[in-house]
C-alpha cells in the first residue's frame, strides 16, 4: 500500500506539470513567417536550387513519353534504327544532365537548409539574450534549451529538403497529371475516381498527426527541463538520499516521452502505406482498363497503342511517388508548426523593460541615485517595495540592511534595470531610468551576487568576462586587489588554468573572489554587492575590505549584507522592513538611537557569543 501511495504520488508529480496540447487547425499565416528565413538567400541559393530542381523534374517528365510512345510505337515497331539511336543518346543524355543536376541539387538545397538553420538559432538566442528577468523566472533552463537546440534541429529537415521537395513534387504531379489526360482522358479518369476518398481519409489521419506531434514537443520539453534540474540539483538529491525517487519520477517522464513518440510515428507511418494501397488499387485499374483500350485499338484509331500504355504505367508510377512525398513533407510542416509555435512564443516575448527609441546614451555616470516613491512587485499580489524615497550620493558607500524579504535585493535590480518599477522614479544622476539606454546603465554598474556564476573557460577569461578588451595585466592587477592573485598563482597553469561551469574545481570563496576581480576589473562606476561577502571565510574577508577601500573610493557602492560587520564604514545605512525604509543614518547613529539596526547588531552578536 505505501509503495503504491509512492507511486502515484510520483504519477501525481508528473500529471501536474505536464501541459496540454492545444487543437489548432494548421496555421499557414505561421509557416509563411517561418519561410521568411528564406529571403535573405533569395538572390542566390534558393534560386540556383529551384533552377537545378525544374531541371530533375523537366527530365522525368519528358523520358517517359520518348521510351514508350516514341521508342515502342515508332522505332521499334517501324524497324528505324536510326531514330532508335537517336532516342538512346537522347534518353542517356538527359539521364546524365538529371544525375548532374541532382548533385548540386543536394548540395545547394544542404546549404540553403543549414544557413536557415544557422540564422534561426542565432536570432532565436539573441532575442533571449534580450529579455527581462521575469522571463527566466517563469521558466526552467532545460525548457529553454529546448527552443533553441530541439525545436529548431526539427526544422532542419524540413529547409533542407521538405521545401525544395515540395515545390518539385507539385510541379511533378501537375505535369503528370496533364500528360495522363493527354495521353488517355478514358483511362484517367478511371484511376482518379479513387482519389477523392485517398483525399477524404488521408484529412483525418494527418490531424491525428499534427496532434501527436504536438504532443511530442511538450513531451520533450519536459523531459530536457527534468534533465537539467535533476543535474544542476544533483548535490541536494545525494544530500537528502532522493536518487530512488528521482529515478522513478525520470521514468514516469522518459516513459511519457517515449509513449508520444511511439504514437507520432506509428500514426506518421501509416500514411505511406495508405498511398501504396491507393497506388495498388490504381494499378490495377489501369490493367483492367488499360487492356480493354489497348484491345478496342486494334480495330479503332481511338484505343490505346501499347506505347502509350507502358508511357501511362511509368507516369501512373510517378503519379503516386509525389503524392506519397508530399505525405511526408506534410508531416514535416506538422513536426515544423509545432516547433515553430514555440519558438514563435518565445520570439514573440517581449522585454518587459523596453528601451525608448530616443534613449539617452549617457557615457559618464557619476553615481548619485534617487527612488522617489518607488513602489514594486514581482506579482499583483504581494508588493516588495512601498513607497520608498531614498537618495545615494555620488561616491557613497551605502549600505541595505534588514530581514529576508525585506527589499534590498529588490532595489538592488531596480537600479540594474533588471525590474522596472511598478510607480514612482528611479533616478541616476538626475534621469529616470527609464530614459537611459540599458547598455549605458549596465556597462557602468558591476554587481557582485553571493552565487556567483563562473563560466567555462581561464580563470584570466572569467576575470576578464566584464571587460573583454583589458590587458593581462590589468587582469592581475584586479586579483591583486581583491586577495585572489596568491591562490590563482598555486593553480596547475595559474590565470590559463581551465575550470568548468560554474567553476566546481573552486571553493566558494574563491569563485567569490574571482567574481569580485571581475566586477572590479570592469572599473564601474557604480558597484553593488548583495551579500558578496556571505561565503567568505573571516580573514579572507579582512583582505576584501581592505582593499575595497581603496577600490570604491569615487565610486558609489550599494552593500547588500546580513552580516553587519561588513557594513560598519558605510557612508549611509537603509535599515528595510516589508519594503519600508524604517532607519537610516551611520552606524554610530543607528546603534545610539537604539531601534531596529540595534536590535540586529546585538542578536548577531549573541548568536556569535553562542557559537
Known amino acids: ?144 534549451l529546448v527552443r533553441i537546440l530541439n525545436d529548431v534541429n526539427s526544422l532542419q529537415e524540413l529547409f533542407t529538403n521538405g521545401v525544395i521537395n515540395l515545390l518539385m513534387d507539385f510541379v511533378l504531379l501537375f505535369g503528370v497529371i496533364v500528360i495522363l489526360f493527354i495521353l488517355s482522358p478514358k483511362l484517367t479518369l478511371a484511376i482518379l475516381i479513387i482519389l477523392p476518398i485517398m483525399v477524404l481519409l488521408s484529412t483525418k489521419l494527418r490531424r491525428k498527426i499534427r496532434r501527436s506531434w504536438q504532443t511530442v514537443r511538450i513531451k520533450q520539453a519536459k523531459l530536457n527541463s527534468h534533465l537539467n534540474e535533476s543535474i544542476q540539483g544533483i548535490r541536494v538529491t545525494q544530500a537528502f538520499t532522493q536518487e530512488k525517487e528521482n529515478i522513478e519520477f525520470f521514468d514516469g517522464v522518459n516513459t511519457e516521452n517515449f509513449e508520444s513518440w511511439r504514437d507520432a510515428t506509428q500514426k506518421n507511418a501509416m500514411f505511406r502505406p495508405f498511398v ?121 558607500t551605502v549600505a541595505l540592511v534588514g530581514h529576508t524579504g525585506s527589499g534590498k535585493t529588490t532595489i538592488a535590480n531596480l537600479i540594474s534595470r533588471f525590474y522596472d518599477a511598478t510607480s514612482g522614479e528611479v533616478k541616476i544622476d538626475g534621469y529616470n531610468i527609464k530614459d537611459l539606454s540599458l547598455q549605458s546603465i549596465r556597462s557602468q554598474i558591476s554587481v557582485v551576487l553571493q552565487d556567483t556564476f563562473i563560466f567555462s573557460g581561464t580563470i584570466k577569461d572569467n576575470i576578464r568576462f566584464g571587460r573583454p578588451d583589458a590587458t593581462d595585466e590589468d587582469v592581475i592587477e584586479a586579483a591583486k586587489a581583491v586577495g585572489a592573485h596568491a591562490f590563482i598563482e598555486k593553480l596547475s597553469n595559474g590565470y590559463e588554468t581551465e575550470v568548468e561551469e560554474r567553476g566546481n574545481v573552486l571553493s566558494v570563496g574563491e569563485r567569490q573572489l574571482l567574481s569580485f576581480a571581475r566586477a572590479l576589473l570592469a572599473n564601474p562606476k557604480i558597484l553593488i554587492l548583495d551579500e558578496a561577502t556571505a561565503s567568505i571565510d573571516t580573514e579572507t574577508e579582512v583582505k576584501i575590505q581592505q582593499a575595497l577601500k581603496k577600490l570604491l573610493n569615487g565610486r558609489t557602492a550599494i552593500i547588500i549584507a546580513h552580516r553587519l560587520s561588513t557594513i560598519r564604514e558605510a557612508d549611509n545605512i537603509f535599515v528595510l522592513d516589508h519594503g519600508k525604509i524604517i532607519e537610516q543614518g551611520s552606524h554610530d547613529d543607528l546603534m545610539n538611537h537604539q531601534g531596529e539596526y540595534y536590535g540586529l547588531v546585538k542578536a548577531q552578536f549573541k548568536m556569535l557569543e553562542a557559537i
Open 1 to 144: 500500500m505505501e509503495k503504491k501511495a509512492e507511486n502515484q504520488n510520483i504519477k501525481h508529480r508528473f500529471q501536474y506539470s505536464t501541459e496540454q496540447a492545444i487543437e489548432k487547425p494548421f496555421n499557414w499565416k505561421q509557416m509563411f513567417r517561418l519561410f521568411s528565413y528564406m529571403k535573405p538567400y533569395s538572390k542566390n541559393l534558393l534560386p540556383l536550387s529551384i533552377i537545378v530542381v525544374l531541371i530533375t523534374t523537366a527530365v522525368r517528365l519528358v523520358t517517359p513519353i520518348l521510351i514508350g510512345k516514341y521508342t515502342l510505337d515508332h522505332a521499334i515497331a517501324n524497324k528505324d534504327t536510326n531514330l532508335l539511336t537517336v532516342l538512346v543518346l537522347t534518353i542517356a543524355g538527359l539521364y546524365l544532365l538529371s544525375y548532374v543536376a541532382n548533385i548540386f541539387r543536394i548540395k545547394w538545397t544542404n546549404m540553403l537548409g543549414q544557413n536557415i538553420i544557422y540564422d534561426l538559432r542565432k536570432h532565436l538566442f539573441t532575442h533571449v539574450q534580450g529579455l527581462s528577468h521575469r522571463f527566466f523566472d517563469q521558466r526552467s533552463a532545460g525548457s529553454i
Open 276 to 396: 501504396e494501397m491507393t497506388n495498388a488499387v490504381g494499378t490495377a485499374i489501369l490493367i483492367w482498363f488499360g487492356a480493354i483500350l489497348i484491345k478496342d485499338g486494334l480495330t479503332d484509331s481511338n484505343g490505346l497503342t501499347v506505347g502509350v500504355f507502358v508511357s501511362f504505367a511509368f507516369y501512373l508510377g510517378m503519379f503516386w511517388e509525389p503524392i506519397s512525398r508530399l505525405g511526408q513533407v506534410y508531416n514535416q510542416l506538422l513536426v515544423g508548426m509545432a516547433s515553430s509555435e514555440r519558438i514563435f512564443e518565445f520570439l514573440d516575448e517581449k522585454p518587459i523593460v523596453g528601451e525608448r527609441e530616443d534613449a539617452i546614451n549617457i557615457t559618464d555616470i557619476k553615481g548619485k541615485i534617487e527612488f522617489d516613491k518607488v513602489e514594486f512587485s514581482y506579482d499583483e499580489s504581494r508588493k516588495a517595495l512601498k513607497g520608498i524615497s531614498l537618495t545615494m550620493e555620488a561616491g557613497q
